[in-house]
């Protein structure tokens, strides 16, 4: 499992491609407080249950507030088998909103 910087994801952010996903495993209430455009959310205890749908994706960049859910749904992921996990941290979300850096 890859590890990036929310730093780095803002980066590659515009140029994701159309089989990639952001996913917020953080709670609806903090998603619905405000997300990176385009995430997905469900929360990290729930992450299995869609392992099969997330497949599907060329990868899938995982992320909460500050790193330790991105951390634990990452792992879980990865133990079921996918190879598709980007696990997201170094700040998180807490980081993205601090930099002013767009959310919806």
Not at 7 to 27: A, E, F, P, Q, T
């Amino acid at each position: 499992m890859e590890n990036i910087s929310i730093d780095d994801l803002h980066d590659k952010v515009d140029n994701l491609g159309s089989n990639d996903l952001i996913l917020d495993v953080r709670s609806p209430a903090e998603f619905d407080s405000g997300h990176i455009k385009g995430a997905r959310n469900q929360s990290h205890e729930e992450v299995g249950d869609i392992a099969d749908e997330l497949q599907k994706y060329d990868t899938v960049y995982v992320h909460c507030k500050m790193g330790g859910r991105a951390q634990m749904a990452s792992q879980t992921l990865s133990g079921m088998g996918l190879d598709n996990i980007v696990c997201v941290g170094n700040g998180g979300m807490q980081r993205w909103t601090d930099q002013g850096w767009e959310t919806e």
